[in-house]
């Protein structure tokens, strides 16, 4: 099955530093990928929409100079947490939509990235 | 290695009653959730589970057996609305997420 990946998985950083997590397709292409947060036991929120080639979407109340969007690749997204404070500590996901046939409309969860900030 | 087993779709009439199974086998274990996902929508959290046993929350209970890596989401009085995929997702010792691959549930009149 399709499998989608990040890196680092976990990240602890001091307040003010930037962040970079990955978010990769491993086998197979995907021209859109979304990031999400989650709180505990709480519901995904979509931060952005990514789409290979082009500026991100990003959804209301979310800080594009804040959440840096970057998805160069048809199998590469990546988000950067630029100058991260404590209230950005959370649980990243990323999922990734195939384009290779099948049902387009299937996503594939990444693993998740847990950001701490000090 | 680990792995998220669920039916791919399933098929119920309005006013039922459906039962979404899911089998897991992964590297340690920190709870299994469940999400329930509208096409263009992002995942919406169902339940979470991490001891044996039924947790009901209204139409919607989730049952969970560790001993045998298996979960199951009911949900009962069926309605239009619940037509979705329901995804199965089982936190393991790093406290990563593991997914299933999604069930397309179709609710039928």
């Known amino acids: 099955g399709a499998v989608v990946s990040q890196h680092p998985s976990w990240v602890i950083c001091k307040s003010g530093t930037s962040v970079k997590i990955e978010c990769r397709s491993l086998?197979?292409?995907?021209?859109?990928m979304f990031w999400y947060r989650q709180f505990p036991k709480q519901s995904l929120m979509l931060m952005a929409t990514?789409?290979?080639?082009?500026?991100?979407?990003?959804e209301q109340g979310v800080e594009k100079d804040k959440f840096l969007i970057n998805h160069a690749s048809l199998t590469l997204s990546t988000l950067t947490v630029t100058s991260a404070h404590p209230e950005d500590s959370s649980f990243y996901i990323c999922?990734?939509?195939?384009?290779?046939?099948?049902?387009?409309?299937?996503?594939?969860f990444g693993p998740g990235t847990r950001l701490l900030v000090l | 290695g680990q792995n998220i087993d669920q039916p791919t779709e399933m098929t119920a009439t309005e006013g039922a009653i459906v039962q979404i199974n899911c089998t897991y086998q992964?590297?340690?274990?920190?709870?299994l959730f469940w999400y329930q996902q509208h096409a263009g929508e992002a995942p919406t959290f169902l339940s979470y589970n991490v001891l044996d046993g039924l947790e009901e929350k209204g139409r919607f209970s989730s049952f969970l057996s560790r001993s045998k890596g298996y979960s199951y989401l009911l949900l009962k009085e069926l309605q239009m609305k619940d037509s979705a995929s329901y995804l199965c997702?089982?936190?393991?010792?790093?406290?990563?997420?593991?997914w299933g691959a999604g069930t397309k549930l179709i609710i039928k009149p």
């Open positions: 992964t590297s340690g274990f920190n709870g």
């Open positions: 997702a089982v936190m393991d010792s790093n406290y990563q997420l593991i």
């Open positions: 990514s789409n290979e080639g082009s500026k991100a979407t990003y």
């Open positions: 999922s990734a939509r195939s384009i290779a046939g099948g049902n387009q409309e299937t996503q594939y």
């Open positions: 086998d197979f292409q995907a021209t859109t």
